[in-house]
């Protein structure tokens, strides 16, 4: 059973910078690959970001390409997203996750194994 905790949401003017984190816990990192998601108010949870197990393979939604940045440290069981030039539309509460899987920027939600309780991102105006 792996967990996932994530933390460093919090409330950015528009054009800032905010890092969230994903610590894991229970299992082997390494055999993971992992994403991160996002959930905004009435609307559904949507792909954000996911990088492969080695970290060779990174894979970015349209919306967020330029601006984010993923990346992990399997040494330390970390899972990161630096995300720059922050947008009042990124508003929403951000969580990771991890797959057995292959993961793409195409890799269903239902195909992630755990999922992180999530961070609030609010992207002021």
């Known amino acids: 059973q792996v967990q996932l905790v994530e933390s460093g949401g919090g409330l950015v003017q528009a054009g800032g910078s905010l890092r969230l984190s994903c610590a894991a816990s229970g299992g082997t990192f390494s055999r993971f690959d992992m994403g991160w998601f996002r959930q905004a108010p009435g609307k559904e949870r949507e792909f954000v970001s996911a990088?492969?197990?080695?970290?060779?393979?990174?894979y970015y939604a349209d919306s967020v390409k330029g601006r984010f940045t993923i990346s992990r440290d399997n040494a330390k069981n970390m899972l990161y997203l630096q995300m720059n030039s922050l947008k009042p539309e990124d508003t929403a509460v951000y969580s990771c996750?991890?797959?057995?899987?292959?993961?793409?920027?195409?890799?269903?939600?239902?195909?992630?194994?755990?999922w992180g309780q999530g961070t609030q991102v609010t992207v002021s105006s």
């Open positions: 996750a991890a797959t057995r899987r292959a993961t793409s920027q195409w890799l269903p939600l239902s195909a992630y194994d755990y």
């Open positions: 990088i492969r197990w080695s970290g060779t393979g990174t």
